[in-house]
Each structure stands twice: as structure tokens, then as C-alpha cells.
């Protein structure tokens, strides 16, 4: 109860008209994967018509109940926090509680016509800030520092970066062809990147 009790919030909403539970509902997964308060690791948040859960990435934390009322969310603390749309999809939160402001991304469905295996088999080139980074899901050597997973919540993609074993980013996937990756939800920069398939 501690840990609940300490970082479920009640949120004011700052912008003129109210906002409905229906617009919130949805998963979402916090830009850059920034860790904060109770939730270490893959924050990804779930809003469903009369409650909020919280996952480390596919793993369950805790589930609260909440209520709206005018423009606001109301849960089972006096604490606060204030948020606006960016856009639809991207959500941004701050507190008192919070050093800087947290984006949040709803996930959507990735499209594909690829299977997982299929996906698997592509090697895709991704530049950012400059520099090239090779996505090969299959490269999993012995001893290698980074490693590159395909996974799956629900209905959405994942690129997920492995550090000696241990997932550290996972980047929601908006398209897979056999041509291009496109990734989304990034913390700085652009917040789409298109990642090209490498020819073999």
C-alpha cells in the first residue's frame, strides 16, 4: 500500500474544455523510457474506463481505480500534477514530484505483412544525431554489449535494446515492410526515425 500510496495522483487537466476518460483510454509507453518514482525499468501506463495500470514493459506493477470530474482525474491521493496534449498521442506531465516534465506516447498498432519471422531476417540501418546504428535481431553473440529484440505488447512492435542482457529501451514501431522501420515516440529530436533495410 505504501507503494501505491506515494505516486498515484490526482492530475488537473490545464486546458479549457474537459477532457473524457475516453480520450485518455489506451496504453502508453513514457518517451525515452525515463525511469521516475515507483516505476523503474519500461514505464508503460494503461488507461481503461475505471482504472490505471502500471507495467515495467510486459510486466505487471499495480492497478488503481480513478474518477473523472470536470477536468480532472481523480485518484486516491491529494498529490498533483498537471498535463496537456502535444498531440493526440502524446501526453505531457508535470509535478512537483517530477524534475522535468514526462512525456507519455500512446501505442497504436503497428502495420505490417510481416510475420515476426519475417521481421527477424531484416537487417535495417538507422540514423541519428549522425550516426549509424545496426538493427539485426539475430546478432546475439556471446559477450556482445548491445543487443537488438523484436517484441510484441498487444498489438504493437517493439524495438528493444538489450545492455549485457538487460532491456534498457524498448521504441514502439508505427510500419515493418521489407524496405523500412518506422519508429516513433523518441524523447528529443524528431519523433519519428525511419530506419532502411539493409540489402544482402
Known sequence: MKFIDSYLVFFVLLFG???TAQELEGKWI???NKSFGAFPGIHLMEVSEDSLSHYNFD????KTSYETEDNKLKIDTLAFAEFNFKNPNRLSITSPRLEKPVDYIRLVPTETNLSPEEIRKIKYDLVRGGKNFIIDFQDHADGKIMESYLKKVDDTFFLVIHRHGNPITAVPIEKITQEKMHLYGFMAG???LVA???EK
Open 17 to 19: 474544455t474537459s477532457i
Open 30 to 32: 513514457v518517451s525515452g
Open 59 to 62: 510486466q505487471f506493477v499495480t
Open 190 to 192: 524528431p519523433n519519428k
Open 196 to 198: 532502411t533495410a539493409i
